[in-house]
């Protein structure tokens, strides 16, 4: 069977020499000519050049599209992918192989790029976009592009398989609670419990593998603060659209320039927040040594703030945590596990499974710290089927809850 990636492979040298001309054309021209006009130069130039002669009738199809999609579109093979509100992320693993997530799978693209090189270039270009410089001294690039899409980017000369470009995108419009709550993400009971929690000013840490839906989650959640709260919100790479809130603040780290300047870290943007008069700091998600400042802040009267960190179970969460806020501090374990147990009230965990659904399979009250562990209090956990269901546990600090005057399922 002929695949139109083994026919981009075969041809790749004739097909960029041909798409080097039509650019060189194309610089010549006074204004950019159509999108007809270029396909119909990329048909004139396979016909006239020697892959023509060898071709089979499938394959032509195959050439003359990969010609135009490079000759016409900034992003040339990955155009139709970004456009397509349908993909939710892009993986490209080297120049041969293109994955996408659609629709919870994970799919392998029938195309290719025709060499490293022009992978590269794709890199660079998202980089430029943003103002980045990626070189083989600097060869790794993670920003978000205006279009609101995550992209990493990894050159090969660190990369085995040849550069590695990633590309998350996200919905122009947020989804909300009921939204998860339609797709089995979450019980209707959870949920409003959680938004209660919210409402009430608990501190919420949310929990999960890579891909499981943390930073959803966490915007979905957002929707119960009150609108008239001051938020300062607080993103590596800025991905959450809090729309509903008047007065917030929405700060975003920024890498050093190409001469090591310039760098703004999440742990200096966190400080300064204190700063900003906020009623709750939300932290998009905590990797390092600023978990010390977030779980200062959740300590110092910013009730009801939020954040999210990658762990295995709630528990294995902790643990994280314990690890990164030693990773700058001197204190000793039991300190900072006391820390801790005092900072975050509720800790949520989700989990995506092996057919891409994203679940709230854990909700937990963290009671406190007894001097050896934690005590946690679990609210909710995932069935044998993987369904949420409650544990018949009523929440234990019910002070802040009463003081809003909320109410929970049990």
Known sequence: MITRRDTILKYSEGIDEIVADIRRWLTGEDSFPGP??????????????????????????????AIFERAAFKYGILTGLLEDASVNEIMVNGPTDIFIEKDRQLVKVDDAFTSAEELEEIIRMFASDIHREIN??????????????????????????????TIRKFREKSIEMEDLIAAGSITEECADDLKALVRSGYS????GGTSSGKTTFLNALTAAIDPRERVIIIEDSAELMIDHLDNKVHLE????????KGEVTMEQLIRTSLRMRPDRIIVGEVRGKEVVDMIQAMNTGHDGSMSTGHGNSIRGMLNRLETMYLMDSQISVSSVRNQIANAVDIFVHLRRDAHGMR???????????????YSINYLYTSGNDGVLVSTGNGLTDRERLERAGERLSR
């Open 36 to 65: 007809e006009r270029i396909r119909l130069r990329a048909e004139e130039a396979f016909f006239s050049s020697s892959m023509a002669r060898e071709a089979e009738i499938p394959e032509i199809r195959f050439v003359i599209d």
């Open 253 to 260: 780290c920024r890498s050093a320039n190409s001469i090591g």
């Open 136 to 165: 083989e001294a600097n060869p790794i690039v993670d920003a978000r592009l205006p279009t609101g899409f995550r992209v990493n980017g990894v050159l090969r000369n660190i990369a085995l398989n040849g550069p590695i470009l």
């Open 204 to 207: 919420i840490f949310i929990s």
């Open 359 to 373: 679940r709230v399979c854990e909700v937990a009250e963290l009671t406190g710290f007894d001097g050896q562990d």
